[in-house]
Nanobody, 123 residues
């Protein structure tokens, strides 16, 4: 599976962005998908994950209630809708795919990674 993330940019605090991650390959619908982020000088952290069916989602506490992960298996795409953005959300955001059954929050469990898209939130 090859992943291509897009949709990052510069936004003011309180604004919104929607990230997309397009996947190649016919087996996209069988993968758990996740979003991770890495801020400058910090370790990578889990943001959100979604099961292959889209029925189960998991969020980091820091984004719960503000971010929404979704997927369209017909389009081989996973999305991350980010609302009420804060300066601390500034990071490079990565999408990842995992062939596990359930959503996992550990980056080492994911098998495939996209190239990342930069989100900058100004105060």
């Amino acid at each position: 599976v090859q992943l291509q993330a897009s949709g990052g940019g510069l936004v003011q605090a309180g604004g919104s962005l929607r990230l997309s991650c397009a996947a190649s390959g016919r087996t996209f619908s069988s993968y758990v998908m996740g979003w991770f982020r890495q801020a400058p000088g910090k370790e990578s952290e889990f943001v959100a994950g979604i099961s292959w069916s889209g029925k189960n989602t998991v969020y980091a506490d820091s984004v719960k209630g503000r971010f929404t992960i979704s997927r369209d298996n017909a389009k081989n795409t996973v999305y991350l809708q980010m609302n009420s953005l804060k300066p601390e959300d500034t990071a490079v955001y990565y999408c990842a795919a995992d062939d596990s059954v359930a959503v996992v929050t550990t980056g080492e469990k994911y098998d495939y990674w996209g190239q990342g898209t930069l989100v900058t939130v100004s105060s």
